[in-house]
């Protein structure tokens, strides 16, 4: 599943009326009431606030409102989209302001699913991958011969420069083997809890 790295928001005018999709991360579900607020507030004396949103770790929950508008033509296609894009911990908003012509039901579900798409195109998105952690201690004559190990083929998450030099080390592609050559010359080698990584998405 994706997350959202930040808000994000993008207008769209049809037949005069003016579409404003935003999307907020959600933290906490509660968060969903606090963010509307803030959608009102930004654009306010709209006609409508349609809303749909995501949760759970595996996008196990979801809500969608339509605000006044007819029924399942504007909140239930917003969530669609949001479905279709794998994204959870999330809600969208689309700001409607009537421009005084009628789109009908066919022309409403395509305005609302246009403004969440367009949103999410332009929006910045990771997913959290549970890596394990070695932690490695070493003496500072092997830093050099580490950095070039592990380059490309690690991420080093954490580091520590005392009596002795420590890594945290999440591995990339290859697995802890690529240590195999120089796990002699350490002074420790320990496998930690599993780490959450946060990558772009």
């Known amino acids: 599943m994706r997350y959202l790295k ?3 928001s993008h207008e769209l005018v049809v037949n005069k009326s003016r579409f404003i999709a935003l999307l ?3 933290a906490h579900i509660e968060d969903r009431d606090r963010c509307l607020q803030d ?3 930004r654009y306010p004396g709209a006609n409508h606030y349609v809303t749909a949103s995501i949760w759970g770790e595996n996008g196990e929950h979801a809500s969608a409102d339509d605000d006044g508008e007819p029924s399942r033509t504007a909140g239930y296609p917003v969530l669609e989209v949001l479905k279709h894009h794998d994204v959870t911990h999330i809600l969208c908003v689309v700001v409607r302001y009537f421009g005084g012509i009628k789109l009908g039901a066919g022309g409403l579900v395509r305005a609302y699913t246009k403004a969440c798409a367009n949103v999410i195109k332009q929006a910045s998105f990771y997913i959290k991958k549970t890596v394990a952690v070695v932690r490695i201690t070493f003496d500072y004559t092997l830093i050099d011969k580490l950095h070039h190990l592990l380059e490309k083929k690690a991420t080093i998450i954490n ?4 009596a002795m030099v420590t890594f945290d080390i999440v591995f990339d592609q290859s697995g802890p083997e690529i240590l195999d050559d120089v796990r002699h010359l350490l002074h420790a ?3 930690l809890a599993p780490h959450q990584l ?3 998405a």
């Open 39 to 41: 959608a009102r507030q």
């Open 189 to 191: 080698y320990e496998t």
């Open 198 to 200: 946060l990558i772009e």
């Open 24 to 26: 907020y991360p959600l």
């Open 159 to 162: 580091s520590a420069y005392a």
């Open 6 to 8: 930040h808000m994000e």
